[in-house]
């Protein structure tokens, strides 16, 4: 009987790849931040490229994952996508956050008070 193959990509624990994600997110919006302020200073292009290097560091076990399946261009190619995810998983998560703030949070003091009178 043939015994299945190891997967190429370790799947780490949901924990250890919850907050690599998490700091993904970080280095990401703060290479956005730099790059916003990239008219100043040269400085800031740098530190933009320092930080999303390190972003894209923390996806090495996906990057290495993708290059074994399809080649490193492919997975060279695959950053620049996994940096807009995650921005876009910061403006989401900013979003959702300023709604609970300005919205749900007042009305869920508002049936409190209700509630209890």
Same mark, same amino acid.
Request: glycine share 6%.
């Given at each position: 009987m043939d015994t299945p193959a190891p997967p190429l990509w370790p799947v780490p624990s949901r924990s250890e790849s919850h907050y =690599?994600? *998490?700091? $993904?997110?970080?280095? +990401? $919006? #703060? @290479?956005?931040?730099? %790059? !916003? %302020? +990239?008219?100043?200073?040269?400085?800031s292009i740098v530190a933009a490229l320092g930080a999303f290097t390190v972003a894209a560091s923390l996806d090495a076990p996906l990057l290495? &994952? #993708? /290059?074994? =399946? *399809? @080649?490193? @261009?492919? /997975? %060279?190619? +695959?950053?620049? #996508? *996994?940096? !807009?995810? &995650?921005? !876009?998983?910061g403006v989401a998560f900013a979003a959702g956050t300023v709604v609970y703030v300005v919205i749900d949070a007042p009305a869920d003091a508002a049936r409190r008070r209700r509630r209890s009178s």
């Open positions: =690599r994600h *998490r700091a $993904a997110v970080v280095f +990401a $919006a #703060l @290479g956005v931040c730099a %790059l !916003a %302020l +990239a008219w100043q200073t040269a400085w290495n &994952y #993708l /290059a074994a =399946r *399809r @080649g490193w @261009g492919f /997975a %060279l190619r +695959a950053i620049p #996508l *996994r940096m !807009a995810h &995650y921005v !876009a998983s």
